[in-house]
C-alpha cells in the first residue's frame, strides 16, 4: 500500500465505519504488508520527574492544579535512571523512555537531560524523551545527544482540545512536532480515547496525523485511566471496540508506523489485547507502571506472548559490544 499523507476526513470516517471484522481484516493485511505479524516492539517508560506540573490537562494526575493525591518527585539521579534502563534492556526492552513533568524543559535541565541521552544510548537501547514543549536549539541539542525519539501528543482532535486542555494550544503542540522532524529525530505522536469524545474527534485526531508531512514513526493510542481528583475522573468509559476501532484505522492510514498500546491496557483482558494486535498494533509499553498510572506487568506479558506466539522486537547491540566483537574478529 503506498503511503499517503492526502488522507480526507470523509476517507477515514467511511474507514471508521467499516464493519468491524471487515476493518480489522483490511488493518492486518496492511500490517502484514510492512511488519512482521507476530514480532511486537517493546519500550519501558520511566518517569524522571513527577507532579507539579503547570498545565492544567484535564486528564492527567501530575497537574499542580488538581488534588489527585500524587506525591510529587524531584527529578532522579541520572545513575538511578541507568540502572532502570539496564533492568528494562534485560526484561526486553528495545526502546527506553523518559518522562517528566514539564511544561518544557528550561536550560539548566538541558545538561540532566543530555547526559542521560548518552548514558542510555550507550547500551544500545533506543532513547525516547518527553519533556513537553521544544524549542529548535533544545531539539536541536537533543538530536546531537543521540535521542533517537521524541514524544509529544496531540491527544485528541482540534476541535475538542480545547475541552481538555487550555494552558497550551493545539499548534503549540505542533510546532514541537515541527522542531524534533527538523532536527532529525523521529516522532512519537498519538492521543487518548475515551476523553468524553465522539468519534468523529477520534478520526480528527487520525486526520491530523495522517497529514503531517511524514507519518510520525510511533503512534501511541490511548485509553483514559480515570484519576481520582481530576476533571475526567467520572467520564463515561469507552467501549474498549471503538478503542481498536481507532487502532486499525491508524494502522491503514499510516501503514509504516508502529501503533503503540499505552495507557489503560492494564484493563483489558487477553482477547481484548489479541484483537488490538489483530487490528495493527505492534508496539507497546511494559512494565509495572506508565509514568505514574498502572500497566500490565512483565509477568503479564510474557505469558500473553507465549499465549499468542508473540516475540519483542530485539534491541541493538551497545557501543562496547560491538567493540568485543570487533575485537574479537
Sequence with gaps: MQVRNDWTREEIQQLYALPFLDLLFEAQGIHRQHFDA?????????SIK???????????????RYDSKLEAEKRIAVEKVIQEAKEALASGS??????????????????YVIE????????????????GMLNESQALRLREAGLDYYNHNLDTSREYY???????????????????????????SGGIVGLGENSNDR??????????????????????????????????????????????????????????????RESLSDSDQALAFMAGANSLFSGEKLLTTPNAGEGRDKQ??????????????????????????
Design 38 to 46: 507476530n514480532t511486537i516492539q517493546v519500550s519501558t517508560l520511566l
Design 50 to 64: 513527577t507532579g507539579k506540573c503547570p498545565e492544567d490537562c484535564k486528564y492527567c494526575s501530575q497537574s499542580a
Design 94 to 111: 528495545s526502546r527506553f523512555c523518559m518522562g517528566a513533568a514539564w511544561r518544557n524543559p528550561h536550560e539548566r535541565d538541558m545538561p
Design 116 to 131: 542521560m541521552v548518552k548514558e542510555v544510548k550507550a547500551l544500545g537501547l533506543e532513547t525516547c524523551m518527553t519533556l
Design 162 to 188: 480545547p475541552n481538555v486542555i487550555t494552558t497550551r494550544s493545539y499548534d503549540d503542540r505542533l510546532d514541537t512536532l515541527d522542531f524534533v522532524r527538523q532536527a532529525g529525530m523521529k516522532v512519537c
Design 203 to 264: 478520526i480528527g485526531l487520525l486526520h491530523e496525523l495522517a497529514t503531517l508531512p511524514i507519518h510520525p514513526e510511533s503512534v501511541p493510542i490511548n485509553m483514559l485511566v480515570p484519576i481520582e481528583g481530576t476533571p475526567l475522573a467520572d467520564v463515561e468509559k469507552l467501549d474498549v471496540t471503538e478503542w481498536i476501532r481507532t487502532i486499525a484505522v491508524a494502522r491503514i492510514i499510516m501503514p509504516k508506523s508502529y501503533i503503540r498500546l499505552s495507557a489503560g
Design 304 to 329: 500473553l506472548f507465549d499465549k499468542l506466539g508473540l516475540v519483542a522486537e530485539k534491541a541493538k547491540p551497545s557501543i562496547l559490544e560491538l567493540t568485543v566483537d570487533a575485537m574479537a574478529s
